[in-house]
């Protein structure tokens, strides 16, 4: 992957920070690399408290919170996710989220050189 070092290395850390945050104690994040087609795949994924359906539309939106339960008062102003899907974009690349009662998936997809 071409890119901003700097900046891309904002984004997987704005992903493993939020993963690491919603994990609950003892449980593991999972992060991935994979190559498919023409572009390098990370999927971050945690265990934890699920986003809900209605949320996910909208997470990426900035200031955009989700509910209590996935939130703290002293956490964030909402653009974390924001910024990082600024930057993906920025670099040709896309970003996606799946969550269900098991786990919460992050998934960034970067063209390759």
Do not use: C, K, W
């Not at 200031?63 to 102003?77: H, L, W």
Request: hydrophobic fraction near 40%; aromatic fraction near 4%.
């Amino acid at each position: 992957v071409q890119g901003d070092a700097l900046m891309l290395r904002r984004v997987l850390s704005n992903l493993l920070s939020n993963a690491i945050r919603h994990t609950p104690r003892g449980q593991t994040v999972t992060v991935r690399l994979t190559a498919r087609d023409d572009a390098a795949v990370v999927t971050v994924e945690n265990p934890g408290a699920p986003i809900a359906a209605e949320h996910l539309p909208r997470l990426f939106d900035r200031f955009y919170r989700v509910d209590g339960s996935r939130q703290r008062t002293s956490e964030g102003s909402g653009l974390g996710l924001a910024i990082t899907r600024s930057i993906v974009q920025a670099h040709g690349g896309s970003i996606d989220v799946q969550s269900n009662a098991q786990v919460t998936a992050f998934v960034l997809r970067l063209p390759v050189a």
